[in-house]
């Protein structure tokens, strides 16, 4: 009784705190797995009455997020970053180790509910990996010896905030600086700008520069506050995408971390030439570390007149930034359903049109840009769009932001002209033995030594900044294979091609590589891909596939050599589907087992099975002997 | 005439009104588009991608895709019904979906789709998932095995009916299709086979009870004609084989 007091009060504060708003219903929700550790029907149940919502909506929003808990959790919740960086720096094995030291499993929670460990997609602490989560805030250079008293400090239940603040550390590696990271910025010089100059003038200003959008997929940005600027209505936002999920990327946390100024001037900047009066910033669940200084950072500028109410003293110029987090959803990263989950909803990307601008957060007039493309508008705004446009190509203007990781002597930010070919950053980087790359994420380009002369630009190698380099010694299909495990787990399953395609996909992935596929499989892949590519709802099912596909072209050496002899191998293991059987008859000898796999019978069963396959003379003898 | 706009649906000219799909454009023009999660009388969805056509060599969901004048959009092309038969065959390695055993069968818009397409059996690895079967409610039965997530179901209870029966939660293929209930059961919830709920089901999850093989397996709906001629099957009235009440 008293138990469930406490839950209602703790919920009813939160609820409270938050003005019982639907759209805060994410906040409300990360917010009460944090005192209660995990959402039980009973706190789902409340939180629902108290803000006026049907249960089953915001069972929706509990199950949806990968970092909200419908199950117990422990009190320490340890989630190890499982992108391919992370294995190359031998995460799994570390995993391995604190499940040992603390005695409970991969994916478990321990029987005393201290502590539960488990696996995340890339956290984005790839230049100092292996990384993991607990409770949320980022663990970066995780070893034996720091696990050791990772371990101590649970078995103790020192709370986070007594463990030592090196273990929490993230530091920014800016290896290369150009226009953006690298000239001094004074704050409020573009907002100075637009004030003296007018929206018009600013405008022109990123016509002439030719920037486009610079997550990745290069919208010019222009265009996109045009047409929010045109669109009919009074109230307007402006949203920054900070949910910089692609495997491998980092650059948005380095500039939320080191240049958070600048993108929010930029974010203001837009909020006055659009007329926009509040912005969100979306910031990915695995960088709330981040959150206690950007709000720090936020207030401050209130309180030198950046924000706030008449900014820089001009009446009616009213622009304010509130911050949302994520809770471990990739698909939010595409900007619908980014809003979607801004309104506190499960993240599925909407139907398109209509688009944002028209059509965005509560279905008012929305402009959605990268956290590197605010920060690039505020520069613009400064010094000019000519001075920008001398940068770069004839399509691509400007610089870009690579997040460098993998095996390279120097992983970190650098930031290059677009243009720049794939040698260079090898070079600079110090990655002596690259066998590929993995640009974009995996959603992006697999790279093999002959491209290494294309320019990362729009026209050629369109990239959000993810930058993975492979040695020589790796396997390419090890990162082919977590790459494919990482889409199942991100698909949101509204469409069907990717919810089923990218399950299809991986257990392909993993017949080829566990040494079970056949030529039969790769040209499915193919199939697949082309299916997932041409009819999924968003971007995440249409490139789902791209690195299984490029890969087929780029490294079909790395493909074959995993191959059976045969065109075609059954995914399905008789044998081993026989255990239950063995297993209840309490038999495991030779007769309870299916013939091996070069007896006669099994070989006969295959040349039947197989008729396009070359026959060898011992196999047509074989054939000869049947009755 | 000559003052409607319209554009081409394989090299033949359709017209439409501003605001419609190239979908309902189609439909109005009794022209066929392969699709599952459409029904007319709601509001487009997009999720089940059958209804994929080119739209001027893009691919697009002829459901959710504006019509606009000139548009040169193509849908019976061997390419286009290849992918159709691909998502099809994910539907059915998705959920357990045993035509022979099913009493939907020849009434089935998802059967009668793959029909039309020209899938005979799935190519794709099946998933054999565990799901269950509810049979608590006294008129009906829901088979989780058959569902194959269009929403319909969720929709017309939502949005037609009132009644918020049907929701689907958890995501990728955890996705699923739950009765909103403490206890899960749609025999708990105020659900009756005269909601609309009860008629807009293209396959055979959503099953009425104490009707069973009223139609003999040769005479049923799409044994009749294929479904570019029946339509769907929650259209036609049940007096004809069909779901919709009458």
């Known amino acids: 009784m008293a138990e469930s007091s406490t839950l209602a009060q703790t919920i009813h504060d939160i609820v409270q705190r938050h003005n019982s708003v639907p759209t805060r219903l994410l906040q409300i929700l990360r917010e009460v797995q944090d005192s209660l550790t995990w959402l039980s029907p009973e706190a789902i149940e409340r939180v629902a009455d108290e803000i006026g919502l049907s249960p089953d909506k915001v069972q929706r929003v509990a199950e949806f997020y990968s970092f909200l808990y419908t199950a117990p959790r422990g009190s320490y919740d340890i989630l190890f970053s499982d992108n391919i960086t992370d294995r190359m720096l031998g995460n799994r094995r570390l995993l391995r180790y604190l499940c040992d030291l603390l005695g409970v499993g991969i994916g478990q929670t321990r029987a005393d509910n201290r502590v539960s460990i488990g696996v995340t997609s890339c956290t984005g602490l790839c230049d100092q990996g292996p990384a993991a989560l607990v409770n949320g805030y980022a663990l970066p250079r995780l070893d034996k010896p720091r696990l050791d008293r990772i371990a101590e400090l649970i078995n103790s239940q020192t709370p986070l905030s007594e463990w030592p603040q090196d ?11 150009d226009i953006l990271l690298g000239r001094h910025f004074a704050d409020g010089a573009a907002l100075r700008a637009v004030l003296k100059r007018g929206s018009q003038a600013i405008l022109e200003e990123l016509i002439k520069s030719g920037l486009r959008g610079q997550g990745g997929a290069g919208y010019k940005l222009a265009l996109k506050w045009i047409s929010c600027h045109d669109a009919p209505g009074e109230v307007k936002y402006v949203v920054c995408n900070a949910d910089e999920g692609e495997p491998g990327t980092f650059k948005d946390r380095v500039l939320m971390q080191e240049y958070a100024d600048l993108v929010f001037e930029g974010m203001t900047l837009c909020g006055r030439v659009i007329g926009a009066r509040q912005g969100f910033v979306y910031l990915r669940g695995e960088y709330r570390y981040l959150l206690d200084s950007l709000k720090a950072t936020l207030q ?8 706030g109410q008449s900014i820089l003293g001009e009446s009616g110029f009213d622009f304010d930034i509130d911050i949302h987090l994520g809770a471990g959803a990739y698909v939010c990263g595409e900007e619908s359903a980014l809003i979607e989950s801004l309104e506190g909803k499960h993240g599925v990307p909407r139907i398109r049109p209509p688009f944002p601008t028209t059509h965005g957060y509560l279905n008012k007039p929305t402009v959605v840009n990268n956290v590197e493309t605010f920060a690039v508008t505020a520069k613009i705004a400064t010094e000019g769009g000519a001075w920008f446009a001398s940068r770069g190509t ?77 040695a020589k010694h790796r396997d390419i299909l ?37 040494g079970h596929g056949a030529r039969a499989d790769l040209d499915e892949m193919r199939r697949l891909g082309r299916i997932m590519k041409a009819a999924s709802h968003c971007g995440l099912g249409q490139t789902a596939p791209n690195s299984v596909l490029d890969s087929l072209d780029q490294f079909p050496e790395a493909w074959e050599r995993r191959l059976r002899s045969t065109s075609y191998e059954p995914a399905f293991d008789l ?44 196999e047509r003898n074989l054939l000869g002997a049947l009755p | 005439m000559s003052g409607e706009p319209s554009f081409t649906l394989d090299d033949q000219p359709v017209p439409f009104q501003d605001g419609q799909t190239i979908m309902e454009a189609a439909r109005v023009a009794g022209v066929y588009i392969p699709h599952l999660c459409f029904n007319p009388d709601f509001a487009p969805h997009g999720s089940c991608r059958v209804c994929l056509v080119k739209v001027n060599g893009r691919p697009q969901a002829a459901c959710t895709t504006p019509a606009v004048a000139g548009q040169v959009v193509q849908s019976e092309i061997e390419e286009l019904q290849e ?27 998802l059967q009668a789709v793959a029909y039309y397409v020209g899938m005979l059996a799935p190519r794709f690895t099946y998933f054999y998932p565990q799901r269950t079967l509810d049979a608590s409610h006294p008129d009906a039965v829901i088979d989780f095995n058959r569902c194959i997530l269009c929403e319909l179901c969720v929709r017309a209870s939502r949005d037609i009916d009132g009644k918020n029966v049907f929701a689907v939660q958890n995501r990728g293929l955890k996705a ?3 009765i909103n209930t403490p206890s899960g059961k749609l025999g708990a919830t105020t659900f009756s086979i005269t909601d609309k709920a009860a008629q807009v089901c293209p396959t055979g999850a959503i099953l009425i009870k104490n009707r069973g093989y009223e139609t003999p397996i040769g005479r049923r709906l799409y044994d009749r004609q294929p479904v570019n001629v029946v339509g769907d099957v929650a259209q036609v009235p049940e007096s004809e084989g069909g779901r919709r009440h009458e």
């Open chain 1, 394 to 470: 004839a399509e691509s203007k400007g610089t870009k932001l690579l997040s460098v990781s993998g095996d390279c002597e120097r992983p970190g930010i650098y930031e290059y002209p677009f243009g720049v070919t794939v040698r260079r950053v090898l070079e600079d980087c110090g990655a002596r033995d690259a066998q590929g790359i993995q640009m974009a994420g995996p959603a992006g380009h697999t790279i093999s030594p002959k491209q290494y002369d294309r320019r990362i630009c729009f026209d050629d190698l369109a990239t959000g900044g993810s930058f993975m380099v492979f």
């Open chain 1, 478 to 514: 090890d990162g082919m294979r977590n790459f494919a495990h990482f889409f199942v787990h991100e698909s949101c399953g509204f469409c069907t091609p990717c919810r089923v395609g990218t399950s299809l996909m991986r257990d392909l992935v993993d017949k080829v590589h566990t």
């Open chain 2, 83 to 109: 992918i159709r038969r691909g998502i099809l065959e994910m539907m059915f390695v998705e959920g357990n979906h045993i035509c022979p055993a099913c009493e939907k069968s020849g009434a089935c818009q």
């Open chain 1, 167 to 177: 273990f929490f550390e993230v530091t920014s590696n800016i290896r290369r600086a």
């Open chain 1, 575 to 618: 044998d081993a589907a026989l255990s239950e059987a063995r297993r209840l008859s309490g038999r495991d000898d030779p007769g309870a087992h299916l013939p091996d796999e070069q007896s006669d019978l099994v070989r006969l069963a295959k040349l039947l099975a197989d008729q396009d396959a070359p026959m060898s003379d011992d």
């Open chain 1, 300 to 307: 401050r500028r209130r309180e030198i007149g950046l924000l």
């Open chain 2, 176 to 178: 699923h299709l739950v």
